[in-house]
Structures are given as structure tokens and as C-alpha cells.
């Protein structure tokens, strides 16, 4: 859960990247920590094994500090995909403030998406968290893959469901990495702003919010 101080302007947030075994969450922590100013970010952490690439968690604690004065702390995580680390799936998510579950663009692995999704929805429900208010960005990744899945149809798949539309990304190119983030800073604030009253003491409106971003990249972005 967040963890708001007021006295010293601080904000922290834990954000987790769930989803099938090897669609892309390790390779999204990557790409974002290069991406992001080496002194406003912490030490990449990975652990990798033979069965899976991450077989507890990473952690990517970045700092960004807004114009106004609030210091935005977050904690990016990623759950192990196999299905016999499950207890350390239900553990990383506990106290997420936010989840940007990561799918594979392939059609063989249409179905791991799937019961990844749905494992995702009763992990929440067993830590008494709702998966339909808990923000949650879904990104197609291995877009760049030649026989991914067409975006059209994803969309028309998703498209009744509170998470579209979804984000499209190539994760090992480092395209829709940054974009899938802000997507999740955007459904993040209205919860935050509603509990803390971020316009009100701290004078940050969802677009300040989810430029707090820009500010931690490169000069392209700066």
C-alpha cells in the first residue's frame, strides 16, 4: 500500500510486473532502469536460474523528485512466471499499489496469458485485494516476434474488459517500456489524489503526476 509522509513530501508506491514464465517482465525492469537517470535510481537487482529467469523477484527502486517538492519513491518488482513459485508470486504482490501484468504476443502462448491472468485474480483475491480497482495496465509484449499476434484482435478480445486498451511493446528494442509505466501512473493517480489529496496539498494534477516521469529520463524526454 502507499506510503504518504506528509512532513517531508514523500510518496512511495510499489509497483509489480506479473505474468507468464519468460514474456518480458525482467527484460522491462532492464530496458527501464537504463532508460531512467543513473542518480535518480537504484541498483538492479536480477536473480536467474536454469527454469526460469527470475526465480524470486527483482526489485528497481526509483526516486523522482517533482517540481513542486514531493519525492516520488517506487518500488518496480517482478513475480517468478512458473507456477511452482507461486507462493512468491502471492508474497511480491502483497501491498502493490499498482500491477502491470506483462503477456506474450505469441499464439502459443495465448493460454499461459490466460491462466497467468487468472492466477494473477485469485493471488488478489487471497490477499483480499480487487483486481477491478486495483490500477493495472495489461502489455502485449514480443510485438516484434514475426507471428504475433495481430493488435486488432487483441483489442477486440480485451475490449470489454476495465483494462483496455492495452499496451503494445517490444521489450528487448525498449519501445512501449516507458509508455506501459506512464499508462499505469495514469490509472495510479485518481486513487492516490482521492486518499491523499495530492492537487489540493502537494499541487500536482494527473498530468504533473505522470510527467514526474519525464523528468527521471533522458534528454531526449527531458
Not at 57 to 65: A, E, K, M, S, T
Not at 124 to 150: H, S, T, W, Y
Not at 183 to 207: K, S, W
Amino acid at each position: 500500500m502507499a506510503d504518504y509522509q506528509p512532513h517531508t513530501r514523500k510518496l512511495s508506491l510499489k509497483v509489480v510486473y506479473y505474468g507468464p514464465a519468460l514474456s518480458g517482465k525482467t527484460t522491462n525492469l532492464m530496458q527501464l532502469h537504463t532508460l531512467l537517470r543513473p542518480q535518480r535510481k537504484g541498483e538492479l537487482m536480477v536473480l536467474e536460474t536454469r527454469d526460469d529467469r527470475t526465480l524470486f523477484f527483482d526489485v528497481l527502486p526509483i526516486g523522482l523528485r517533482g517540481a513542486a517538492g514531493l519525492d516520488l519513491r517506487l518500488k518496480l518488482y517482478t513475480v517468478p512466471g512458473q507456477v511452482q513459485h507461486d507462493s512468491t508470486r502471492k508474497a511480491v504482490l502483497s501491498r502493490a499499489d499498482g500491477v502491470i501484468f506483462v503477456a506474450d504476443s505469441q499464439p502459443a502462448q495465448q493460454d499461459n496469458n490466460a491462466n497467468a491472468f487468472d492466477n494473477l485474480a485469485d493471488n488478489l483475491q487471497k490477499l483480499g485485494m480487487d483486481i477491478e480497482r486495483l490500477p493495472l495496465v495489461v502489455q502485449f509484449n514480443k510485438r516484434d516476434v514475426a507471428d504475433a499476434v495481430a493488435e486488432a484482435e487483441l483489442q477486440a478480445r480485451w475490449a470489454q474488459t476495465p483494462w483496455a486498451p492495452l499496451s503494445m511493446a517490444s521489450a528487448l528494442h525498449g519501445q512501449g517500456v516507458v509508455e506501459s509505466f506512464r499508462q499505469l501512473l495514469v490509472h495510479l493517480y485518481p486513487q492516490l489524489d482521492r486518499e491523499y489529496r495530492l492537487a489540493e496539498t502537494e499541487g500536482i494534477d494527473a498530468t504533473s503526476f505522470v510527467r514526474l516521469l519525464s523528468a527521471a529520463q533522458g534528454d531526449a524526454d527531458a
